[in-house]
């Protein structure tokens, strides 16, 4: 009787081992980032087609290293220059300009999306960026 107890363990073990071998492997899913990043040169593409862009790296733009905007209006022709101050905090981004205010945030796949509002009258429109943000949470 101890034999076959022995043989039932060994073959019970063999099994489990056959089983967990032919298991499907745990998947661990990407942590969401905590803290996106601008990367240098960023575009938001408008719903009118105008375009947002402005050259900064990383996620706080304050008054005093804004760096030039250009607005490119829907059709073409002169951007206009201006500064941008705000930034992306966490996933909310929150910025404005003389002529802007843009408020929205960042998905999982790094792309910025939002509303823009004219401080001119001009009304407001959707955006996203051109290509997705950077995560800081992994150093990039």
């Not at 076959?4 to 056959?18: G, H, S």
Request: glycine content about 16%; some cysteine.
């Amino acid at each position: 009787m101890g034999v076959e107890k022995v043989a039932r363990a060994t073959l019970v073990c063999a099994m489990m081992v056959a089983l967990g071998a032919a298991s499907p492997a745990v998947v661990h899913a990407d942590t969401p980032c905590k803290q996106w990043t601008f990367d240098g040169y960023t575009e938001f593409d408008f719903s009118d087609g105008g375009k947002f862009a402005f050259d900064f790296a990383g996620s706080d733009i304050s008054p005093d290293s804004a760096d030039h905007v250009y607005e490119i209006p829907p059709n073409g022709g002169p951007a206009s220059e201006d500064y941008v101050h705000g930034g992306v905090f966490g996933n909310d981004l929150s910025m404005f300009t003389k002529r802007l205010i843009l408020q929205g945030g960042v998905t999982d796949d790094g792309f910025a999306y939002g509303v823009s509002v004219s401080q001119t009258g001009g009304g407001s429109g959707s955006f996203r960026s051109a290509v997705p943000l950077k995560c800081a949470d992994n150093g990039g």
